[in-house]
């Protein structure tokens, strides 16, 4: 994949965790376009950021977003159960181009 | 209520067009600013934007796979409100679900999916 995210990360009910999703200066680093999909097993993603930071309507004020450079994260903070899932990234990228991250897969101990 | 839903064969072979149709709902695919994707994603692997149609016939293809051997070709039927898509030059690393979504447009974001069509390619 074009974006790099850690493949895997972890916490504990309550906790806050952020993932990052770094690019290049042709990507993240020069787009405001990049988004945030939530994916549980078997299901269709889900749009939880875009534009870095907006959340659509009915998304859980829990999830943020930020950017820095060539680096985008998502931080979700008071971990539930249900924040299980793979998070995966994406950045506008230049002349109508689209691409994601490998993906993240979270567990919440 | 807009609503997606892709169809298409469950197996090809490498030899074959892979044709892919999104039936539209709720909207008609002449709207101003009504733009779909295609988006796939390989068993377990990463989601990956393969083209996107607009509203207006504009149209867009992944940057990778414009410089490899896929053949790769997005259209719409704005009579039968769908998008389809079409690929040559199958592989087998071209197996997974296949999607389309409505971008929120100008803004390259995915906020409604089809659930999915998954398409093995045999060699």
């Known amino acids: 994949s074009v974006l790099t995210q850690p493949r895997s990360l972890s916490g504990s009910p309550g906790q806050s965790v952020t993932i990052s999703c770094t690019g290049s200066?042709?990507?993240?680093?020069?787009?405001?376009?990049v988004s945030w999909y939530q994916q549980h097993p078997g299901k269709v993603p889900k749009l939880i950021l875009f534009d870095t930071y907006k959340r659509p309507s009915g998304v859980s004020h829990r999830f943020s977003g930020s950017k820095s450079g060539n680096t985008a994260s998502l931080t979700i903070s008071g971990l539930q159960a249900e924040d299980e899932a793979d998070y995966f990234c994406s950045s506008y990228a230049g002349r109508n181009d689209v691409v994601f991250g490998g993906g993240t897969k979270l567990t919440v101990l | 209520q807009v609503t997606l839903r892709e169809s298409g064969p469950a197996r090809v072979s490498g030899t074959e067009t892979l044709t892919l149709t999104c039936t539209v709902s709720?909207?008609?695919?002449?709207?101003?600013?009504?733009?779909v994707s295609w988006i796939r994603q390989p068993p377990g692997k990463a989601l990956e934007w393969l083209a996107r149609?607009?509203?207006?016939?504009?149209?867009?293809?992944?940057a990778r796979l414009q410089t490899g051997a896929s053949g790769l070709h997005i259209s719409k039927d704005t009579s039968r409100n769908q998008v389809v898509l079409r690929m040559t030059n199958l592989d087998p690393m071209d197996t997974g679900t296949y999607f389309c979504?409505?971008?929120?447009?100008?803004?390259?974001?995915?906020?409604?999916w089809g659930q999915g069509t998954l398409v093995t390619v045999s060699s």
């Open positions: 709720g909207v008609s695919l002449a709207t101003s600013e009504v733009s």
């Open positions: 200066a042709t990507d993240v680093g020069r787009s405001s376009y």
């Open positions: 149609i607009d509203w207006d016939d504009d149209r867009a293809y992944a």
């Open positions: 979504a409505q971008m929120i447009y100008g803004h390259h974001a995915y906020e409604l």
